[in-house]
């Protein structure tokens, strides 16, 4: 069974500083993507953004970005000019080839002005 | 165009009633996934549907929960007998397909408390 892990709980970020999320995993699947999403209170997660693990490329979205290390296991997300829209939760997912997202626990952003 | 929506936002019960949640997928997504998001578990899969195969309920934790899809539009999650335990969000997503290059869109989520 795949697993996701978040080891940071909290964080927390000066607005427009950059703050970076930890995310490992563990999986004997060759072919499978790798997400981060956000969740508002508000409760809608939403993507923030996808990496498939056959692309050696790091994938970025405007001001996030993920450093995937495929043989580590490891996939963190870096959020640059933090802003205070960016005070969330942030979750990492997998999905493979049973096609459900399995979560991590979870990351709790801050953001303070 | 519309989103993923779900109806209650949010559900008080008594332990021991059966509850429905529901949800409206957007219009074309052929796959939908129900998951629960609980402090003690987490964000957890629960049952997901796709096209006209038979879902996969892997996630379901207890014959008490039960989930059916009319039509391949609305679907319908059932908790029969509730528990405590059973209090959570329960998140409902819908892609246009079942690879994870189909992006999951989730709705807002139904609150259950069970007293």
């Known amino acids: 069974a795949q697993t996701v892990t978040q080891s940071q709980p909290e964080m927390s970020v000066q607005e427009a500083e950059t703050v970076t999320l930890s995310c490992t995993y563990d999986?004997?699947?060759?072919?499978?993507?790798l997400f981060w999403y956000k969740q508002p209170p508000s409760r809608q997660m939403i993507l923030v953004i996808r990496q498939e693990a056959y692309k050696q490329q790091n994938a970025t979205e405007n001001r996030f970005s993920v450093n995937f290390q495929k043989a580590a296991k490891s996939f963190s997300l870096k959020i640059s000019d933090s802003q205070l829209g960016d005070a969330a939760m942030y979750f990492c997912a997998y999905t493979g080839a049973g096609n459900m997202l399995t979560f991590g626990g979870g990351t709790r952003l801050m953001v303070k002005p | 165009g519309a989103g993923v929506s779900q109806s209650p936002s949010n559900k008080v019960t008594e332990k021991g009633k059966d509850v429905e949640l529901r949800c409206d997928p957007i219009?074309?997504?052929?796959?939908l996934y129900w998951y629960r998001q609980s402090l003690g578990q987490g964000l957890e899969f629960l049952i997901y549907?796709?096209?006209?195969?038979?879902?996969?309920k892997s996630g379901l934790p207890s014959d008490r929960f039960s989930a059916e899809r009319t039509g391949g539009s609305v679907s319908t999650l059932t908790i029969q007998r509730t528990q405590q335990e059973d209090s959570a969000v329960y998140l409902c997503?819908?892609?246009?397909?079942?690879?994870?290059?189909?992006?999951?869109?989730f709705g807002p989520g139904t609150r259950l408390t069970v007293l």
């Open positions: 997503a819908s892609s246009s397909g079942t690879s994870g290059l189909n992006e999951q869109f």
């Open positions: 219009s074309g997504h052929t796959a």
């Open positions: 999986t004997s699947e060759s072919d499978y993507y």
């Open positions: 549907f796709q096209g006209n195969s038979a879902p996969d």
